[in-house]
């Protein structure tokens, strides 16, 4: 069953506009809505890094705008001896954040590129690539947002997500906020809460502010609250995206999905993770491989800024975890839904065109 998608899309956090990169700060949303722009791939390499720009598919998108900067800086400073200086700033551009496979995904999908073209001025089929890499991307998410939405059943149900997966963290619509849109739109979905997703609260932040922009209605809840949200039936899926999904299924996601998971298998509530195929790497067996980025501890242990924690203490802050393959009800990527992802489920969907 198709579900048409045209509503509830207006936000765009990366761009590119009169031969530059603009991000959308997302640092600093929502009390201030600034656009900062790039033309250097040093710079962008740091925004990845200090989360100007964040979430799995936006990272993967910018860093492929970074290639075409690179690509423009290295063929005025080294001429026809570009191809080998790129190398450096798509190396730093892979440093950025580890986890987040679609950064990876982008980066070689540039380098296949990079390797067919001349010696002469690179920058006008980078950009056409990178911008290709972005369209995709939105198509896949307003794809997802169909099969996603035809997932749920029954009418105005309320559904729990964390992190924030929607728009600001990908080309456009969101992969998790996606669904969540498209369903909403079709009246399946009428409240959604949101986790606030300590430490950069992305979920207070970021998924409250898209969901108001949208009109769609949204509560906020701390972290801890989501068993007791679901153990109350407020909830018929908890829905999410992710920055990797290895070969047989497992997912890596912001920090707090599993604990999310846990709940829901034991409180009958139905789990869902949408994500492109930019997202799975079929390279690793299992989510016990899946490289888990650790933060500063000071992120953790301070508020705004601000150092809330007793002095003494230490923080511990991993920025994602897995859940397992096990917790999982449905797999939703552009190419089709994965319900009980087993490595051989996966491996098909993969093969799809
Ligand atoms: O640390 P972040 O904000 O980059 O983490 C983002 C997430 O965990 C998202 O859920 C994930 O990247 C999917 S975004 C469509």
Redesign the pocket.
């Known amino acids: 069953m198709s579900i048409m998608t045209t509503t509830h899309d207006t936000i765009r956090a990366v761009l590119w506009q009169d031969g530059r990169l603009q991000l959308l700060d997302q640092r600093i949303l929502p009390q201030q809505y600034v656009f900062l722009s790039y033309d250097e791939p040093v710079a962008v390499a740091q925004a990845i890094r200090d ?1 100007v720009v ?6 993967g998108i910018t860093a492929a705008y970074g290639v075409v900067l690179a690509g423009r800086q290295r063929f005025r400073s080294a001429g026809a001896a570009w191809h080998d200086a790129i190398k450096e700033d798509i190396a730093r551009l892979a440093a950025s ?1 580890p986890t ?1 496979v679609n950064l990876f995904w982008a980066l070689e999908r540039m380098e296949r590129l990079i390797a067919g073209l001349g010696e002469g001025d690179p920058e006008a089929a980078l950009l056409a690539e990178a911008r290709a890499i972005h369209e995709e991307d939105i198509a896949a998410n307003h794809r997802m947002g169909e099969l996603g939405a035809a997932l749920i059943e029954g009418s105005r149900v309320g559904v729990l997500t ?5 728009a600001l ?2 080309g456009g619509y ?3 906020l996606g669904v969540i849109r498209s369903a909403y739109a079709a009246g399946r979905i009428g409240q959604v809460y949101a986790d606030e997703t300590r430490p ?1 609260l ?1 979920g207070a932040r970021l998924t409250a502010w898209e969901m108001v922009q949208e009109r769609i209605p949204v509560t906020l809840l701390s972290d801890g609250a989501s068993a007791h949200l679901m153990k109350q039936g407020k909830v018929a899926w908890v829905i ?4 990797r999904i290895a070969a047989n299924g497992d997912v890596a ?2 920090i707090g999905t599993y604990a999310a998971a846990i709940s829901a298998r034991h409180h009958g509530v139905k789990f869902m993770v949408v ?1 492109p195929t930019s997202t799975v790497d079929m390279s690793l067996a299992s989510g016990d491989l899946i490289p888990i980025e650790n933060r500063s501890p000071d992120e953790v242990l301070s508020l705004a800024g601000q150092r809330v924690a007793a002095p003494g203490a230490e923080g511990w802050n991993p ?2 975890d897995v859940t397992p393959a096990g917790l999982i009800d449905a797999i939703v990527t552009e190419r089709g839904v994965v319900l009980n992802p087993t490595p051989e489920k996966m491996a098909a969907m993969m093969k799809k065109g």
């Open positions: 989360m964040r979430g799995a598919p936006a990272i954040r987040a964390h992190c924030n997966a929607g963290a990908t969101g992969t998790a950069w992305q999410v995206g992710s920055d996601n912001k994500a920025a994602f």
